[in-house]
């Protein structure tokens, strides 16, 4: 018989669909698995996603063994635990007689780089294998950028549908239109009957890895409990069923609506799981595309929902390996201030952050309009520097990974790129949080007053933002009609936005409660 292989699974490569194991042989190769200190420190994620993360892989090894598999699992030892992959693997190839090793792709740049110089230390050879979950690989998405000055999503998400067949009417898209985006944007209003996320409860599996957690990782953002995360395929495809159930059907209308105390709204809360590996996106998009073909749920909430997996999703991980590594230092803007302790739980008057931040520390989740339109949008009227901000982002979300947060950071949110990703910066005053959310209602600020101590700092650090840009945002077409305002302003409304955002952002520099 042929020496076996040894097959590296990472933590968010949790799926039996994967080359890594398809093209295996259980009789023969070993599975490793192992929770190391390097993955779940080189960022201090939030203690939900570690616990994630940590359950997840275990059930998932419970899974293997039973379909036959000899897995080698590493459980986190918090006395002495593992540094990195690389000392995981080296270990257990000095336990045995391997012919080589064998890994998926990992999806962020830094492992793959070290994964690079793996064979040369190991004296042996590693292959890597492709990630075949996505539904665009790097070198189709490398041809379909080659040559183009810009990189829009919507072109590239017509392509997907297109080449997948997915919501099409022979050539055309179903409807008539390729994106309903324009009917997604209603404001919330009182008495929305909004379902409860689908819970479930930790079994004892579960229950070991957040002892694990809260001894090991104590100082690490966020609350634990409660936990109710699907940890196995099995329960995340319930956690699908229910959204398409529940939630599908409003998902379009209510996509950008933000409510105090509702967290999850009309989402699917899919992504903790798509991006570790328990769900797949092919078939999180052809349950939505059936929902509408069986009339459960209409066009508008359908079409928006796949497009955020079929075009956002692949496109963001296109963006990704086709910048790194300068995509990561790049701060066109010339953003430089440090992350106030607000993003942190540090009180703060502002009531849209701090309902936002607390949500993110209580569940290691926000919706996308929180992350846009308040979190995001008060770090790049702000000038907080991409690389602060990145880490946050990465930090916060149990469903974070480099290769998603950072596109979505740094060229949707902070303009870092200089416009590859959004062809204007998503900046935007008081007046869009409070029509689409109720958070101004129970702020200490006004949404309405443009000026002076009680306005909402969102309206003169939006004029401010414009203003301290103009060069390098000024000759965008996107924006000139808010240049166009800007230039009609008297000197003295300028001049009042100058300084009161020079005011705030003073206050906010010497760590005052803003
Ligand atoms: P839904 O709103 O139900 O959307 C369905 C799915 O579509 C998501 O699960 C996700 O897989 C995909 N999706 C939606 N929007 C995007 C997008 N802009 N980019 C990529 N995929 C998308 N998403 C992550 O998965 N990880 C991140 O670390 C992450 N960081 C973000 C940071 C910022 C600043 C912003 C603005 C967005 C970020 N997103 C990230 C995208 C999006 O906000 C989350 O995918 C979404 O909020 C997850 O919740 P959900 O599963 O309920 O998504
Ligand atoms: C996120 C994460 C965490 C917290 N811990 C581990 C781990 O201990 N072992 C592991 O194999 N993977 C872990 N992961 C997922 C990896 O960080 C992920 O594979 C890389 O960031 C690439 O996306
Ligand atoms: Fe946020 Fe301004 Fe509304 Fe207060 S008034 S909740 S700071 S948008």
Not at 240 to 262: K, N, S, V, W
């Amino acid at each position: 018989m042929t020496k076996p292989i040894l097959r590296l699974i990472l933590g968010d490569q949790l799926t039996q669909s994967l080359p890594i194991l398809t093209e295996g042989d259980p009789s023969r190769d070993v599975i490793l698995m192992a929770e190391v200190m390097g993955e779940a420190t080189y960022v201090r994620h939030h203690k939900k996603k570690i616990a994630l993360i940590f359950s997840a892989m275990r059930h998932f090894a419970d899974e293997l063994r039973a379909l036959g598999w000899t897995v080698h699992y590493i459980a986190y030892d918090a006395t002495a635990p593992i540094a990195a992959l690389y000392d995981a693997v080296e270990m257990t190839l000095a336990q045995g007689d391997f012919a080589s090793v064998s890994v998926t792709e990992p999806a962020e740049h830094r492992l793959m780089l070290e994964m690079a110089g793996w064979s040369d230390r190991l004296g042996r050879p590693v292959e890597i294998l492709s990630d075949s979950r996505f539904l665009c690989d790097h070198e189709t998405f490398r041809n379909w950028a080659e040559g183009r000055k810009q990189l829009r999503m919507e072109f590239f998400y017509r392509e997907m549908r297109r080449r997948h067949n997915i919501l099409m009417d022979g050539k055309d898209p179903v409807g008539g239109q390729w994106n309903y985006d324009a009917e997604n944007r209603k404001p919330p209003k009182d008495g929305l009957d909004i379902p409860a996320p689908y819970k479930l409860r930790p079994d004892e599996t579960t229950d070991a890895v957040l002892s694990l957690v809260e001894d090991a990782f104590p100082d690490h953002f966020g609350d634990l409990h409660p936990f109710h995360f699907a940890v196995t395929r099995a329960d995340a495809l319930e956690v699908l069923d229910h959204f398409i159930a529940e939630r599908l059907p409003r998902f379009g209308d209510y996509q950008d609506a933000m409510l105090t105390g509702e967290p999850w709204m009309y989402h699917s809360h899919l992504g903790f799981h798509l991006n570790c590996g328990l769900l797949l996106p092919i078939e999180c998009i052809r349950a939505a595309e059936r929902a509408y073909h069986d009339g459960h749920a209409p066009l508008n909430a359908v079409e928006g929902f796949i497009r955020q997996i079929l075009g956002w999703r692949e496109y963001v991980r296109g963006i990704y390996w086709l910048r790194m590594p300068g995509y990561a230092t790049e701060n066109a803007l010339g953003a430089n201030r440090l992350l106030p302790p607000l993003y942190w739980g540090a009180p703060t008057q502002m009531n849209c952050l701090a309902q936002c931040v607390g949500e993110t520390r209580k569940w290691a989740y926000a919706h996308h309009i929180q992350r846009l339109m308040v979190l995001g949008n008060f770090a790049l009227l702000a000038g907080l520097a991409p690389q602060e901000v990145n880490e946050w982002y990465l930090i916060v979300y149990a469903d974070a990974y480099e290769w998603v947060e950072m596109p979505n950071v740094s060229g949707m949110v902070l303009f870092a790129d200089g416009g590859l990703l959004a062809s204007k910066p998503y900046a935007a005053s008081g007046a869009y949080i409070n029509r689409m959310s109720d958070y101004c209602k129970s702020c200490r600020y006004s949404p309405t007053k443009k000026n002076g101590p009680d306005a909402c700092p969102f309206n003169y650090l939006y004029w401010d933002f414009l203003d301290r840009n103009a060069d390098r945002l000024g000759k965008n077409p996107r924006l000139a009609m808010p240049y166009r305002t800007l230039a009609r302003m008297s000197d003295d409304k300028r001049s009042a936005n100058r300084d009161d955002a020079a005011r705030f952002l003073r206050a906010l520099d010497r760590g005052d409660t803003v």
